[in-house]
């Protein structure tokens, strides 16, 4: 675990005007005291962590849907997390805002409170995947809160996609795709629909109302997904997410996946420092509870081994395009990756889904589609035949 860069911050925001068929995060509807209640808590459980050194560079608010929360509220709260928090004075603030809470009086708070980028949950441009997505914006309410965002000048404009929705047809998601380009974000995030089981979707499925695409098709979406932003310029810096440039990647995200510290307040939220790992209660009114009573509002930890780091760090760089230093993987977890994995990854070489470059093992775009599957094929014990 690094703890040479800095860490990041992020808030979890547990409201939504409605939930989502396929949403499995910690969400809920709620009244505007419940949300006053809720600032509240975060202004609290950020006081109850004033003990957290490690210096704080990035702060993402996410959800949920941040965007219910009134400007002053978000300012509210941000003054609270640089008050007892050692935040940078230059931290780069991420919000995520939903297209049918974008007007142009907001971007304009947003922007004065010192938001850099603005991360809108788009999903679709096209009017039927929205209504099967139950999305509560229409595709002009979309391209008009791109547009404003735009406008607005934040540093990084991001729109958040899915595709792989059942029978969606390599049109509609070129069409898709096509009109995200067009509007000229600086970044995009394309998700592939996955179906969990207790969603309004994952019930669907139990009962053979959706199928999912199969595994060929997810994989050949992945990689119309890639060719297209990567022919559009936007090429791909992870799985999931694509950039114009280099400096509009996510710097908060990227910490995540480089182990670096970070802390989670809120709901639901997911904190890291060092080898230990620990989340917050997933019921807004139990997490509440706890904090309004004066602790923190953690549910559990973990104590992270050895081969438990080694083996996420495996898992979250191959997931990105510049891959894993081998060197620095040696250093850090006393393996050497790829000889001990020779066979291995001369085949996945051969097969064009890895690359060994500059000291990095990497994968191609054929090997990011089972990115997942190679993590779990590697060997990470330093022993053995
Ligand atoms: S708006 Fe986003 S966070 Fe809220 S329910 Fe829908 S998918 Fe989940």
New binding site residues.
């Given amino acids: 675990v690094s703890t040479r860069e800095a860490g990041g911050l992020y808030v979890h925001v547990p409201?939504?005007?409605?939930?989502?068929p396929?949403?499995?995060?910690a969400?809920r509807t709620a009244r505007p005291e419940q949300v006053e209640r809720y600032v509240h808590a975060v202004v609290r459980e950020a006081a109850l962590w004033a003990d957290w050194s490690e210096p704080l560079d990035t702060i993402y608010i996410g959800?949920?849907?941040p965007s219910r929360l009134a400007p002053e509220q978000l300012g509210r709260l941000l003054a609270a997390l640089r008050a007892s928090l050692p935040v940078d004075p230059e931290a780069w603030i991420t919000l995520e805002a939903?297209p049918e809470d974008v007007d142009r009086e907001q971007v304009a708070a947003w922007r004065a409170l010192g938001v850099r980028t603005l991360s809108l949950?788009v999903?679709s441009f096209d009017e039927e995947q929205l209504r099967f997505?139950v999305?509560?914006h229409s595709p002009q309410q979309a391209r008009r809160a791109v547009e404003l965002a735009l406008e607005a000048s934040f540093d990084v404009v991001s729109i958040d996609l899915i595709y792989g929705l059942p029978g969606q047809s390599d049109a509609a998601l070129s069409r898709d795709l096509a009109r995200a380009v067009e509007l000229g974000p600086q970044h995009l995030s394309c998700y592939q629909l996955t179906v969990h089981e207790d969603t309004t979707f994952g019930r669907w499925r139990a009962t053979g109302r959706l199928s999912e695409a199969g595994e060929d098709r997810q994989a050949d979406m992945f990689l119309q997904v890639h060719r297209t932003l990567q022919g559009a310029g936007y090429p791909a810096y992870e799985v999931s997410n694509f950039a114009r440039a280099p400096r509009f990647e996510s710097r908060h995200n990227k910490k995540y996946w480089a182990h670096v510290p970070y802390l989670g307040l809120g709901p639901s939220a997911h904190s890291l420092r060092v080898h230990e790992r620990w989340w917050n209660l997933r019921d807004v009114r139990a997490w509440q509870a706890r904090v309004d009573a004066g602790s923190r509002g953690v549910d559990s930890s973990e104590r992270l081994g050895a081969a438990e780091l080694a083996l996420e760090a495996v898992m979250l760089g191959l997931r990105t395009v510049a891959g894993i230093d081998l060197e620095a993987f040696r250093a850090r977890h006393g393996i050497d990756l790829v000889s001990r994995n020779a066979r291995l990854v001369a085949r996945l070489a051969e097969e064009g889904r890895c690359r060994l470059e500059g000291g990095r093992l990497r994968l191609t775009q054929d090997g990011l589609a089972i990115a997942d599957r190679v993590a779990g094929e590697l060997e990470l014990r330093e022993s053995g035949p």
């Fill in positions: 409201f939504c005007r409605r939930v989502c396929y949403c499995d995060f969400v959800g949920g849907t939903n949950g999903q997505l999305r509560l």
